[in-house]
Every structure is written in C-alpha cells, then in structure tokens.
C-alpha cells in the first residue's frame, strides 16, 4: 500500500509504473523479471524425514532417558542402558512413521496450479506463463480466470471478482476505473484494485501490475506470516512441566536415597552409587511412548472423522481449547449465495433450503398463498442473467458457472420449476445491457410474440426510481422501502426486479435503450447460507463451554445476522469493526475483546491482534479459517485450523490442523477425540508415574528398616517397560467418559498433575511401597524366604498391582465399577496378556535366568492377589470421598458413585 495505486487515475498509475496501454516491449520484460523475479510465492516448505526423525528425540522427557541412559554406562549397567535404548528408538519411530503420513496427506491438499495469463507484449496480445509477469505488464483478464497479480484496473466491462479468500467478504464485487481518496483504505474497499489469489466471476478487465509474488497482498500475508511465532500447542507446555517435576522428583529422590544412607553409616560411595542407580530405574521410561501412543491413536481417530493433525503434540490441542476465533466465509457458511426471501406486490416469501441444492420450498409469511407475482419476479431474474446451472445426472448436484448472484437466481428459478434455457427458448434473447457500476443495474431484452421486453435486475433504489404503478399491483413506494430496509437490516443483499415494454428496434441499437416506464415485480434478498451442521456444532462448543467468536472481512450487519441465526450472540449483539479496532488502545481493545463475539470489516493484521489479545487474557485459542487472510492468525493460535477443500496453501501451512471435508461440525469431532487424548494422557501418566514413585517408596522403605533391595534394576525395568507397557496400549485406547463435550475445558495453567492428581499420587505410591515392603519383610523374616525367592514373589506382587491399578485410571474420579471392561476389550486384553508375559517369563529358562525368578504356588498367586487389591480400596475411598464432598456443590465432571454401574 506503500504506493497507494489506488488513489491514483489510469494516466498516474501507467506514469509512475513506466509503462503504457500498448504494454511493456520483451527487452524491457526481461530486464524487470531479472531485477524483480518471478510472479511466484516461495512453495510449502516441507519438512525432511531426517528432520521429523529428529524431533523424536527433541522432547524433554526424551532428554530425561538419555541422560539416564549415560548414567546407566558410566555404572556399567549396560542391560539398563539397553534397556532404554529400545524405549528411545520404539518411541522415535512411532512418533516418526505417524508424523510422516500426516504430512503427505496435508501435502496432497496443496494445489499445484500452473497458469497462464495474456498480456500485451510489443504491441501484441500474448500468452503466457503467469509467473513470468512484471510491473507495468497489461493483463487481460475475463469470466472465470484467477488474478495472478495485484492489478489496477485501466478497463473493465462489468467486472465482478469474488476476493473471499483474501478479504473474507462473502459476495463479489464489481470493480471501476475511478481513482479512490482514502491511501490507508484496506483491500476490501479498494474498488479499482485486482488482488492476486482473487477469480473475476463476471465481465472483463484489463489492468496493469502493480505487484508481484511476495510484494502482493497475498505475499504480504505470507510475509507476515514468516515473523509471526507459532503458537505452543498446550500440551507441549504440560509436557515441559511434567518433565521437570519427573526430574525433579528423580533428583530429590536420589538425594534422599544418599542422605539416608549415610545416616545410616552405608559407605558414602556406594550410597552414592545405590542412590544414582535408583533413579534411572525408578524413571518411568515408558512414559514418552506411552504419551506417543495415546497421541497416535488420537491423530488415528481424528483423521478417521475428517480431522487431519500435522504433529502429535497438536492432537490433544483441540480438546483443550477455550475460544474458537472462526472465519464466517465458507467456514460458517457455504461460500454459495442463496436466495432467502422473496417480496412482492403482494406478498413476502421465504425460499428455503441452503447453497447451490435445488432442494427447497416457497412458504408464504405475509399475504396470500396464490401469488402470480411470484412466478413473475422469478421469470424477469431468470432472463436477465449470464450464468448457466444443470444438475449433474449421477450425483444430482448442481453444476455451475458465472457470478454467484446469478447462480442464486438460477436456482431459486430451479426450484420453482423455472429453466432460464427453456424461458430463452421460447422468448430468445435480442439485446442485453451488462450490470456496471455506473449504471447499477443490469437488463435483458426479449422477444415475447409481436413484442420486445425488457427484464431488469439491480439496485432497489435505482430500479424503484424507473417505476411506476403501470405493474401488477399499485406501487406502493413507501412500504418497498420499508421492506428494503428490514431486509438489508437482516444481513440480506437486496436486488429489485422490474420489467417494461422496449421499443421492437432494440436489437438493432448499439446500446439499448431502457423503457421509460416500468412494472415493478419485486424484491429479491440472498444470502451466503450459514451451513446446516454449524449450528449444531456452535451449540455443542457453548454446551462444552467454548466460546466461540466470529472474525471475518465481511459487512457488519450480515457478520452479526449470522452470528445470531447460528447461536454464536442473541438478538441486539453489538459488533466491532476493523476500523473502530485501528482506534483502539491495546487496553480498549482488551476490554472489547472479553465483551465482543462478532469482529467484521476485519484484516489480517486485525485477527492476529485479537488472537494475541486472547492468549494475553489466557485463553488457549483455536482459530479457523481458509483464506490467505486467515493464515497469521492461524499460526500464532494455540491451535490453527484450515479448511482442506476451500482452504488457499497458505491457510494449510500455517495450520497445525486441517479438516478434510470444510465442515465446521468437524471441529467438534475434534474437540471431543482432543479431549479423549487428554484423558487418555493423563491417565497413562498416573498409572506410570504412580507405580514408578511406589517402586522408589519400596526401595527407600527397605534402605530405613535395613532389608535388602526389593527388587534389582533388571526387574524394575522388567516391571516397567515389558508388563506395564501392553497394559498402556490398552489403556490409550479408552474411548472417553461419557458426557465428555458437557465438561467445560481444563483450567489453562491447570498441570498434567493437578492438587488431586498429586494428593491420590502420593496416597497411592505410599500404598505400593508399603504392600511391597511389608510384604519383603514377611517373607524374608517370618516365612524365611532367601533374597532371591523373596525378590521373585515381590516382583509378581508389583506385576498384580500395575494390573489392578491400571482398572483405577481410566478415569479419574469415576468408580472402576462404573466402567464396563466391556466398553475397552483392548484394555482387559491388554491385562490379561501382561500377566500372561510374566508367568511365561517365570516359566522360561533365559528370562528366569535375566530377571533372577521362577514359577510359584497356586497359594502364593492368591496371597500376591489378595495384596494387590489394596490399590483399588484405597483409590476407591479416595473417588468416594471426591463425590460426598462435591455432591452439593458440582464440579467439572461429577463422580459416579460405586452402585452407577453404565
């Protein structure tokens, strides 16, 4: 805009661009494509497998293992290290293969159009490559090409474009010669201006450059979009958490070891070397793959339902949203203009039924239910229009092309049995008069018998002025424009019909001449129908306390007309518009930001400013879109999410997510398996972090009362990695709580590990430390079992334990007896086989001889057992008495009591 092309006339802009109506000579092309480059935006980047592979090994949990991996060498525990070495590749490559197909699915998204465009070149009309364009070339441009350049317009004739993808505005514009008078008017309102990434839906132009690739509007959003900082998907930040209270605790719990060794006069080198040797075995190893496969399965699920996630830290992103920022074109609404109400002379009508479908219905709401007029407005809208529409014989869909004003009115014609082609075939067509800007309004002129008619369309006030009461009912000029009025009040685009004898000579006319006197028909009012499904999924995002807010280029009144029909405000809601944003303080404009849902006539530079304001305030932010408009502000979101079909490639960089079929109601797929990925991450946490702190309370038990280690490195890894890891798959599998879309989301700040996360954490690692303590002492002091059987049966106990616990996490505060393990056969078989792999490990020579154990009694299974069972009372008092003491007050998700049984 540094230039401000538009406020400048023809003669100006071909001045200071150096070029003229006869276009740019080859040399001169040449010269300015090498100084200038290529008419092209640099390519999505893609990211190379050796980099995904890399990432794998990037998170800080990661660093944790491989810093226990070193110390496992520099002890000569070669098997420890060996052991997290297999954790370190098995999680890399999951992580890697899941992350490699993501991202050739959202590459396959990406459209690699080549175009050609015709410009004048030595004072003759040429074809070319469209990335071969330069400053000051003169471009031709008609019906159904997209602009490949920014454009001045030196020429037009009846020009429309449809700029939705880059201004958000839902219908086509026409556009002029004129110069404009405002140098800071944004791209929406600059009417002589052709936007590259724009189509021409109606009409001719011819214009000269003014900027190409990066130096359009379109590169100045991917410029932007370069400096703009991606924002952090929550669960990266949880993670980062986590993994310093692991490293903490693991600190912390070495020290102790030490400290109480000493105490107790142990050599300080070996209690050193005692204390370090429990830390890499008490780390639960399996916790990055545990988190990875629960992330897994999530992205699985959500592309199963048309959700398509680039990385897995941005599976649970979604679910932890606390305001959706959505576009309204195309994303809301269908991007396809549909007539809503029709008013005539004697009568207003509603036509129902949504975007280009030929499905719908007239229903009268005002005045009789016979209504000739009605056929008649629909005939007059039918003749004068260029656009073509058929119905597709296998899918029955429409087909179509032309301006989507015209196709509106095809279709309403359609479905009230009316052919433009067989109205044409029985009054052909002699003249018509284009729609200009000037002229506001558009005719055709056709041959009925011994007589020509002219049939008008266009502005209300410009057709009413040509009217008079010689029509099918009395004009009645006053109570038109109150219907006017209510209409454009609605949101609505209003268009006036008319009709009028011409003179029989039309045909011969240059320019026909419109009758003087004409009939007034009727109103037409259209609309960018909302999609059918937002609705529903705009209630589900209030009923899961999401708020959702709309942000789009479009016109004030129409933004707020489909905020109110879809749910997202009431009646009388206010609007802020891009122009009262540019006012604004960054303290006004946070304030407006907690009060306001609607945002219209907004930029790009306006969406990211209110993703930013958003996150300041500590919001965790989805936002939604699938214009080159929408790409800045889907990056610095906690969650970016594009639209796959519609969606311009730089919208699909930007994003962290792409929904595949352009449904908004997809998003709330996605809030909810986000939401069940939390969960699940969450539960494999606890169930990982708890026993591993339980392993740690056994072994610093035994160093205090002076009993023998528990259990060797060998067997804490064992524990850790080959039974409790099958039982994490199943556990990652769980399909959700019920009711999981009626709970508003977490708490922004809120850890992984929350205040009653931690109190259960301590109560139940305590309770595994004292049953395996206790229960070493028995059996080396009361039953007289050697180190190595007693070690043997300790082991066993822990394996029960991880299996009995693993019923107490899937859900935090509902009973385990509440949850059917029929809702989860994975889990129950995930159970069932790791017992299964340990009684074949006491059964076989080299596990026996790796992990020091042997088989048992049927007697000292059930002793084993009957310990065990000690997790589940104490997780179970401690449920029951979360639900007695929320029961009167509520709480996020209430506790289900033991006897609810679903």
């Not at 595949?660 to 990982?688: C, K």
Request: aromatic share 4%.
């Amino acid at each position: 805009m540094a230039n401000a092309f538009h406020t400048l006339t023809v003669a100006e802009t071909l001045t200071k661009l150096e070029s003229s109506l006869d276009g740019l000579s080859d040399a001169e092309a040449a010269a300015r494509l090498a100084r200038d480059g290529r008419n092209e935006l640099p390519p999505p980047k893609r990211t190379s497998w050796l980099v995904i592979l890399a990432r794998q090994f990037a998170g800080p949990l990661i660093a944790v293992l491989i810093a226990a991996a070193v110390v496992s060498v520099v002890l000569r525990e070669y098997g420890d290290a060996g052991f997290i070495a297999v954790v370190l590749v098995f999680n890399a490559l999951l992580g890697f293969f899941q992350e490699v197909k993501a991202e050739r699915e959202i590459i396959r998204l990406f459209t690699l159009m080549r175009t050609t465009v015709r410009v004048e070149r030595d004072d003759e009309l040429r074809e070319i490559d469209a990335a071969e364009l330069v400053c000051g070339d003169i471009v031709w441009l008609e019906s159904g090409a997209r602009v490949p350049a920014d454009i001045r317009v030196v020429q037009e004739r009846d020009v429309n474009v449809d700029e939705s993808a880059l201004t958000g505005e839902s219908l086509s514009v026409s556009k002029t010669t004129a110069p404009g008078s405002d140098p800071k008017a944004i791209p929406a309102e600059q009417h002589n201006m052709l936007f590259a990434g724009t189509s021409i839906t109606r009409g001719r132009a011819v214009g000269v450059v003014t900027a190409t690739a990066t130096n359009t509007e379109l590169g100045e959003v991917a410029r932007e979009l370069e400096s703009t900082l991606r924002g952090k998907p929550p669960l990266v930040t949880r993670i980062e958490k986590l993994s310093k209270q692991v490293a903490i605790g693991t600190v912390g719990g070495c020290l102790l070891v030490f400290g109480v060794g000493v105490a107790r006069g142990f050599p300080v080198a070996e209690t050193f070397l005692m204390g370090v040797a429990l830390a890499v075995a008490a780390i639960p190893e399996g916790l990055p793959v545990a988190i990875t496969l629960a992330l897994a399965v999530g992205l699985k699920r959500m592309a199963s339902r048309k959700v398509l996630v680039r990385r897995l830290e941005a599976v649970e992103g979604l679910g932890s949203c606390t305001v959706i920022c959505t576009d309204k074109t195309g994303t809301l609404t269908m991007n396809e203009l549909t007539v809503n109400r029709i008013a005539t002379p004697r009568g207003l009508h509603e036509v129902t039924g949504a975007g280009y479908s030929l499905s719908g219905e007239f229903r009268v709401l005002e005045g009789k239910q016979e209504d000739p007029g009605l056929d008649s407005v629909l005939e007059s809208a039918c003749f004068a229009n260029e656009a073509t529409l058929a119905r597709d014989e296998q899918t029955g869909k429409a087909q179509v092309s032309g301006d989507p004003t015209d196709i509106a009115l095809l279709v309403a014609g359609r479905k009230r049995g009316l052919k433009r082609e067989k109205l044409i075939e029985h009054h052909p067509e002699v003249a018509t008069l284009p729609f200009e800007s000037e002229r506001q309004f558009a005719a055709s002129f056709n041959q009925q018998e011994d007589t020509v008619v002219a049939h008008l369309k266009g502005a209300p006030e410009r057709i009413l002025a040509m009217c008079t009461d010689a029509g099918d009912a009395p004009l009645d000029v006053e109570n038109v424009r109150r219907q006017i009025a209510e209409l454009s009040a609605g949101g609505l685009r209003v268009l006036a019909i008319a009709r009028g004898v011409a003179s029989s000579d039309v045909a011969h006319s240059s320019v026909p001449v419109v009758p003087e006197k004409l009939s007034y028909l009727g109103l037409i009012a259209m609309r960018d129908a909302p999609r059918l499904e937002a609705q529903t999924a705009i209630r589900a995002c209030h009923d899961a306390s999401i708020r959702v807010i709309v942000a789009t280029g479009d016109h004030a009144l129409t933004a707020v007309a489909v905020a109110i029909e879809l749910g997202v405000v009431e009646e009388g809601a206010n609007s802020i518009t891009g122009q009262d944003i540019e006012a604004m303080s960054d303290e006004e404009f946070h304030q407006v930001v907690r009060d306001t849902n609607v945002f219209a006539r907004v930029t790009p530079s306006h969406k990211l400013r209110l993703v930013n304001a958003l996150k300041e305030q500590g919001e965790l932010v989805a936002m939604t879109g699938d214009g080159a408009n929408d790409a800045g502000a889907l990056k610095a979101a906690n969650i970016g999410v594009a639209m796959g079909l519609r969606g311009t490639d730089v919208a699909k960089e930007a994003a962290r997510v792409v929904i595949t079929d352009d449904n908004f109601a997809s998003i709330v797929a996605g809030i909810e398996e986000g939401r069940i990925v939390h969960e699940n991450v969450r539960n494999v946490v606890a169930l990982l972090v708890m026993t591993g702190l339980g392993e740690v309370f056994a072994i610093l038990f035994a160093i205090v009362i002076g009993l023998p280690m528990p259990l060797t490195a060998v067997q804490l890894l064992w524990a850790n990695l080959a039974t409790e890891g099958l039982q994490v798959v199943g556990l990652a599998l769980e399909p959700g709580s019920p009711g999981i879309l009626k709970r508003p989301p977490r708490p922004p700040d809120e850890r992984i590990f929350n205040r009653m996360m931690i109190v259960r954490t301590i109560l139940v690692s305590v309770v595994i430390g004292v049953s395996i303590t206790s229960t070493h002492w028995y059996l080396l002091e009361v039953a007289n079992f050697n180190v190595f059987a007693a070690s043997n049966m300790v082991l066993l106990l822990l394996v029960l334990i991880e299996n009995i616990h693993i019923g107490n996490c899937r859900n935090e505060r509902r009973s385990g007896f509440a949850n059917s393990p029929l809702r989860n056969p994975w889990l129950l078989g995930a159970a069932v086989t790791a017992q299964g792999v340990h009684l074949l490990a006491m059964n076989w020579g080299p596990t026996q001889r790796l992990l020091g154990i042997e088989p048992v009694s049927v007697g000292s299974w059930l002793a084993m057992f009957a310990i065990s069972l000690s997790v589940l009372v104490v997780v179970e008092l401690h449920k029951l008495w979360l639900w007695w003491r929320e029961r009167d007050t509520g709480s996020r998700e209430q506790t289900t009591p033991l006897h609810a049984v679903n």
